[in-house]
């Protein structure tokens, strides 16, 4: 990621960074001095497969597309261009609708698999769809080290038979049946800490931050762990919770 840290503010927002040999991108915002040096967010993804390699080098986001039929008779969402018909994109479908997943190449993320374009979980794939604009500066390198942020997991590690149901489990459509499964929209089945959420939902210990999310990469306050030891000691008084947790 050497590249974007010394690269000057072109005028846009982000700096997004591909390591082919690590599978995960990663998105920097500027410095107070203008530099994109700071990493806001990363991805797993899949890039080219042997014989269809992603090529290296720096490149201007183009033209973007909500679905696209690709070389390989399959459809993309919410595709980005990065040059010519190399694209960011969800991972494929059979149809233009986001009820035919293959999800086949959604348990093969994290690996090279792709004909070059760089593939994506749908709700990353919208996340730079919605916010990088046209100019934003895209390098594809190899790299031993995924990272700053390091190379984050599926949101379901494999989709197995009985749970393939067509749809990408990270996409934000309401109608979405993944969604159902879910105790909050930003807690998705697979997540590593969705057992221990289910847990404290179900005990009554937390109950997030609105009745449809929970906000599990917040700061968990002193206080809020202090009521948290309060309950889970079955109601001692506030002070000898606060001892507890000392």
């Not at 049946?177 to 969705?194: F, H, K, N, Q, S």
Request: proline share 6%; with cysteine; hydrophobic share 35%.
């Amino acid at each position: 990621y050497i590249a974007a840290n010394h690269t000057k503010s072109n005028g846009r927002p982000y700096y997004i960074m591909v390591n082919r040999a690590q599978s995960t991108v990663t998105v920097y915002s500027l410095d107070e001095n203008g530099y994109y040096t700071v990493p806001v967010k990363a991805m797993i993804c899949s890039t080219g497969r042997k014989g269809h390699a992603t090529p290296t080098g720096t490149f201007s986001i183009g033209g973007r597309w909500t679905w696209v039929h690709m070389l390989d008779n399959s459809y993309g969402q919410y595709c980005t261009q990065i040059k010519g018909n190399l694209l960011f994109h969800s991972v494929c479908y059979t149809k233009k609708d986001p009820s035919t997943l293959m999800t086949e190449e959604y348990n093969g993320l994290g690996a090279p698999a792709s004909l070059g374009c760089v593939r994506l979980q749908t709700v990353d794939a919208k996340w730079i769809f919605d916010n990088c604009a046209a100019g934003t500066k895209v390098t594809v390198y190899d790299g031993a080290d995924p990272g700053p942020l390091g190379k984050p997991a599926k949101y379901i590690d494999c989709i197995s038979e009985e749970q393939a149901n067509g749809w990408d489990p990270t996409d934000p459509r309401e109608e979405n049946p993944w969604r159902t499964a879910m105790l909050y929209t930003d807690v998705l089945p697979g997540a590593w800490y969705y057992e221990d959420v289910r847990y404290v939902h179900q005990a009554g210990l937390m109950s997030g931050v609105s009745s449809s999310k929970f906000d599990p990469d917040a700061i968990v306050t002193y206080q809020a762990m202090a009521e948290i030891l309060y309950q889970m000691a079955g109601g001692v008084s506030p002070d000898e919770a606060m001892n507890w947790a000392a």
